[in-house]
């Protein structure tokens, strides 16, 4: 049996590492948009979509969120339904709707790879192609349970060689 005081901090450790992540991408991700000419009218939806992402995540159960390891193929299934499960949550409150698209397509890739639709090349909205791009930055530039962080210049040649097939392409 796990002791209250376990769990609680358990639950406050992985809101700490997940607000931190957070954090960071919004404000990348809007600082980016702003650069890459993104009007000032659509950066506030930009900025609550980032904020938003994960929160998909929320139907997604700890013992795949806590993995220490890699997942396995039906694992990956489930966390890949994440961005499907934000939708759902989010679409039924009409001002966060122009924010809808980073949670809803962040995973997508260029060649359709991705998941949740398999959208490609423009199909994919260029707010969750940018939200995309320092998502993985973040992600690879971060301790995992599983892996160490990656060097920030590591991180960005990984990106540039993989834009071929990512959502990084404008």
């Known amino acids: 049996m796990t002791r209250p005081w376990k769990a609680g901090r358990r639950c406050w450790i992985c809101a700490t590492i997940t607000e931190e992540h957070t954090l960071r ?3 990348l991700t809007v600082a980016l948009a702003s650069r890459m000419g993104v ?11 980032a904020l938003l992402h994960d929160i998909g995540k929320m139907a997604i159960p700890d013992a795949i969120l806590q993995k220490p390891d890699v ?3 039906a694992e990956k ?3 890949q339904t994440h961005p499907g499960k934000a939708y759902q949550i989010l679409a039924r409150i009409d001002y966060l709707t122009a924010a ?6 962040h995973h997508e890739k260029w060649d359709g790879t991705g998941y949740p639709h398999k ?7 260029l707010n969750a192609r940018i939200f995309a791009v320092i998502d993985v930055y973040d992600a690879l530039t971060s301790n995992r349970p599983y892996r160490s ?9 990984y990106i540039r060689a993989q834009s071929a097939n990512t959502s990084t392409r404008r």
């Open 149 to 157: 962080a990656w060097p920030k210049q590591e991180a960005l040649d």
């Open 25 to 27: 991408v919004v404000d």
């Open 77 to 79: 299934k489930i966390m």
């Open 39 to 49: 009007p000032d009218a659509e950066l506030g939806h930009v900025r609550r979509g």
């Open 100 to 105: 809808l698209d980073i949670p809803n397509c």
């Open 71 to 73: 997942l396995t193929e």
């Open 119 to 125: 959208l490609a090349g423009e199909a994919i909205p």
